[in-house]
């Protein structure tokens, strides 16, 4: 036993690296266009187009556009049919374009040591399919039974959370370690997390990790209205999401996916796969303060960050940007300025910061996917995209935001955060790939 525990306290973690992207938002289907968009500063929210939308307190989404979605009901016709989720559409797009992209298209072939770590929302629960199964009086279990094939087929009564991780190890043959993420908005970064580290101890070589969403539904919209977190303004919708300005008046909701592939470095080098950038670090705490409300002085997402910055064995000073969680609202932004500043102290000052949410919404459990996958690209590639619609700085947020226009500068290792409701708080850590360990 005690040579046991000596050799793995003396074993070597292996690396991991990044091999494919995908994603799918209100900015677009395609990783590059996407990203040429969002360095541009073109904003993907826009109005609402429900039915009943003009009676709406929420005027203003980051949604994925009609001719994209007919487009993906066109790429996954079966699962259309039998499916019809939103988000699983969305993670179906982003896993195959990521897998597309990290070189993998041979997708009949039964791969065991390959797996998935997506998060996923709780999904659109149909309110009038209630009325199928509930009497006056009491629940009816007979009639449930009896009637829940009209339930309809978006209902979380039969489209649970699972559903896009099973589906998409089912259709490409991952048959390796499968789970779920749900946790409010730090979901898609504790999966990707989770994949990084079943990749890192060497429970798989390679890992669908990312989240998707879509919570663009009359429930999914009223519940943040009631709780009070979501922009109601009529203003033009492309400037209502307006990230650590003084005039935020609260979250956009988007929906989407952000998906990434996580390789074993080796793995990646010995089939010849093109690498992005190295994963280093993962950190994930909890609040235990509130449910709704994050601890003001931000003491769980301080936690992350310093987990994070630990489990990479880096210091403050070697990170050059951070992607932040940066939701529009008035606690969430003043709360992670303050945790910035604790963990990064004088070097908080010379970091650059963004928020993806000011360009394509709140994708709720997903967000932490398309907020990686640019983080991932800032990374390779020295470029930042901006926090647009910054035009009045709220003076308890006083750093540097990259307000509307892109910088390009070196971006040595970087952050992403993902910080939810119920206290959780997620942060990784991207670094350049210099190939052999320096």
Avoid at 236 to 254: E, H, I, N, Y
Avoid at 262 to 282: D, M, N, Q, T
Wanted: glycine share 10%; net charge neutral; proline share 3%.
């Amino acid at each position: 036993m005690e040579n046991s525990v000596n050799l793995n306290k003396n074993h070597k973690k292996r690396r991991v690296v990044v091999t494919g992207l995908g994603m799918a938002t209100s900015l677009g289907l395609d990783v590059e266009e996407s990203w040429e968009k969002a360095l541009k500063g073109i904003s993907g929210i826009s109005k609402l187009t429900l039915p009943f939308a003009e009676k709406s307190p929420v005027q203003a989404v980051g949604e994925v556009g009609e001719k994209d979605w007919h487009k993906l009901q066109e790429e996954f016709k079966e699962e259309s049919l039998t499916e019809g989720e939103r988000r699983t559409l969305f993670a179906l797009w982003a896993a195959k374009n990521a897998l597309n992209d990290a070189g993998i298209s041979d997708y009949g072939k039964q791969r065991d040591n390959y797996g998935v770590a997506l998060a996923a929302g709780l999904g659109i629960n149909r309110l009038e399919d209630i009325q199928n199964w509930i009497d006056d009086r009491n629940f009816n279990m007979k009639r449930f039974g009896m009637e829940y094939s009209r339930v309809h087929r978006e209902s979380i009564m039969r489209n649970n959370s699972h559903r896009p991780s099973a589906l998409i190890g089912k259709r490409f043959g991952l048959h390796g370690m499968n789970c779920t993420i749900t946790t409010a908005c730090a979901s898609a970064t504790q999966a990707i997390g989770i994949g990084y580290r079943a990749v890192q101890r060497g429970d798989a070589d390679l890992m669908v990790a990312g989240g998707a969403d879509s919570m663009i539904n009359p429930v999914g919209l009223v519940f943040f209205v009631l709780l009070s977190a979501a922009a109601t303004s009529s203003e033009s919708p492309q400037t209502l999401c307006r990230p650590f300005d003084r005039k935020r008046a609260g979250l956009v909701m988007g929906e989407g996916a952000g998906i990434a592939i996580l390789e074993e470095k080796s793995h990646a080098v010995s089939r010849g796969a093109k690498i992005y950038c190295e994963v280093a670090g993962y950190g994930s705490s909890m609040d235990a303060y509130q449910v709704t409300a994050p601890h003001p002085q931000g003491r769980g997402a301080e936690k992350s960050m310093r987990a994070a910055l630990n489990d990479a064995g880096l210091n403050n000073h070697d990170i050059d940007y951070i992607n932040a969680h940066g939701t529009s609202t008035k606690l969430n932004d003043a709360m992670e300025t303050f945790a910035i500043k604790n963990v990064f102290q004088d070097h908080s000052q010379k970091l650059a910061i963004s928020s993806s949410k000011s360009l394509i919404g709140h994708l709720l459990a997903a967000s932490g996917g398309p907020e990686f996958v640019f983080t991932v690209l800032s990374t390779e590639r020295n470029e930042i995209h901006p926090t647009i619609n910054l035009t009045s700085p709220d003076p308890k947020c006083d750093l540097d935001y990259v307000p509307n226009v892109h910088r390009s500068m070196t971006v040595r290792a970087a952050i992403s955060n993902s910080f939810g409701f119920g206290g959780q708080n997620a942060s990784i850590i991207t670094k350049k790939y210099h190939g052999e360990e320096q």
